[in-house]
């Protein structure tokens, strides 16, 4: 498999390898976020209101995630190529559900570990909240964010992360080099929820696409994903009740 990939790699011209960093670049996420967030400034005159309130938070996500979709599934269609390439399949889907759900405490352990780290290392870096969480101040606000989760998290990240090591693995220098640099820009994208939460989003990332390389299916990663998201997202509402 992977000297096939390198002959792949190898036969591409450099008109493909161009088109596909565009490709790459137009699904990074900045061309739908400045979308999305258009009606929401033309609305109340500033995005950072984006970030007070729990509803426009969700829509805001969603709308990103939909139009990123529609983006991916578009450039697909123009190469004659479907979500089935990108290893959207459902073949083994019970031991893809099972390996999804068993990395779930590998996450939350990876969490809590640099958690710790910021704490003991990095203390001025350490957050004790997600400041995106603050808004949820209703059930209503926690189910709202659970769905959005699921659909950005678990569902659009997940296959925008195939498509990225996809097109590294055939025409950009190795589906590796892909993971690495996708990482690092997965992370950069959290830091709206500070150092400590870019840090654990582009180490999930790595893992979970890790996890993607090495069963050549998106399954275990959008279940592993939709299921922590909505854990951390439940678990954050309760702990927060209980202490006030």
């Known amino acids: 498999m992977e ?28 061309l739908s976020s400045v979308v999305a967030a258009l009606p929401f400034s033309l609305h109340a005159g500033n995005p950072a209101i984006l ?8 829509s805001f996500v969603v709308l990103e995630a939909a139009i990123t979709l529609l983006l991916l599934l578009l450039i697909l269609r123009l190469h004659r190529e ?23 405490p590998i996450l939350l352990l990876v969490n809590a570990l640099v958690d710790f780290g910021f704490k003991v290392l990095l203390p001025n870096y350490h957050m004790d909240r997600n400041p995106l969480l603050e808004s949820i101040q209703s059930p209503g606000d926690l189910a709202l964010f659970i769905v959005a989760a699921l659909f ?6 997940e296959l925008q992360r195939a498509f990225v090591l996809v ?34 989003a582009g180490l999930f990332g790595l893992l979970l696409g ?11 990663p959008m279940v592993a994903h939709g299921v922590y998201d909505s854990v951390a997202l439940l678990a954050s509402w309760f702990l927060r009740a209980d202490s006030g």
Request: glycine share 12%; no cysteine; charged share 20%.
């Open 3 to 30: 000297g096939s990939s390198i002959y792949r790699f190898e036969k591409r011209s450099w008109s493909d390898r161009l088109v596909a960093f565009l490709e790459v670049l137009g699904l990074a996420g900045i």
């Open 51 to 58: 970030l007070k309130d729990a509803h426009l938070i969700a």
């Open 167 to 200: 097109r590294f693995r055939d025409y950009l220098g190795g589906a590796r080099l892909g993971l690495i640099i996708w990482s690092v820009a997965f992370g950069a994208a959290h830091y709206v929820q500070g150092v400590q939460g870019a840090a654990v």
């Open 152 to 157: 950005a998290g678990g569902v659009k990240e």
């Open 210 to 220: 890790a996890v993607y390389l090495a069963r050549g299916s998106v399954v275990a």
């Open 82 to 104: 479907s979500l089935a390439d990108l290893g959207w399949k459902w073949d083994q889907w019970i031991s893809d559900l099972l390996l999804g759900v068993f990395l779930v």
